[in-house]
Each structure stands twice: as C-alpha cells, then as structure tokens.
C-alpha cells in the first residue's frame, strides 16, 4: 500500500471500532475510547439510543466508501470531522448470546444516516 494511505487506512480501521455497540462486560472497566451504555439517552423516532457528541474522526468514512464504491474524488472526506454517533439501545440483549444476524441494528450510526440518509452509506 502507498505511505500516503497508512493514515486513512488507519482512521478506517479507528471507525469500525468506534461504531461497535455500546456494550460493557461486566467486571470490566468503562472505556473512555469506546462507547459505553453510560452515554446519555435520546429518543429518535420512537427508539432510544445512546448519543456520543464531539467525536472526532479523521475523515468522514461513510462518504469516504460511498465515494471509493462509486469511483468519484474522495478528497473532501479526508478531512478531520467532529460529529456525533447514535447507538441503539439493546445490544446487550443480542452480544452474550449466539444471535448475531441482528447486531448490526445496534452498530454507531452518524446523525445523517439515523434521520434518513442510507444507513450503508452515512448519504
């Protein structure tokens, strides 16, 4: 892979794990790196989620991909962004057991793609 590319790689890699649920083992101590059911509670059409404000990103990853699948520039998503993440409420429910296919309701979304952008995508 080029040098060039090692940081965004890397920040790519940062998002995934920033969008696990919200999620802690118990005994474990919190994580100030990683979401927690700690996080304050909203309402978003009638779910809750767990809200994580001010998170920075070095680059705005779901219209990073959307952008390399498409293959258009991606120059302006690799630019630091501050946004916030929303995780639904729950993933305890599905985590400690054998259930996996619906996880993926639980994974940090972005404003955008939780009030009606393309969940895949975050546009």
Known sequence: MPQQYGALLATVFEYDMLTLPAYMTQGRPESTRYASERLPQVEVNGENFYVWH?????????????????????????????????YKVGANHFLPSTNHEEIVDFMGRLERQLLGGNAETGV
Do not use: I, Q, T
């Open 54 to 86: 001010d998170v920075r990103l070095g680059s705005d990853v779901p219209a990073l991909v959307l952008a390399l699948r498409r293959g258009e520039p991606f120059d302006h998503a690799v630019e630091e962004v501050v946004r916030s993440l929303y």
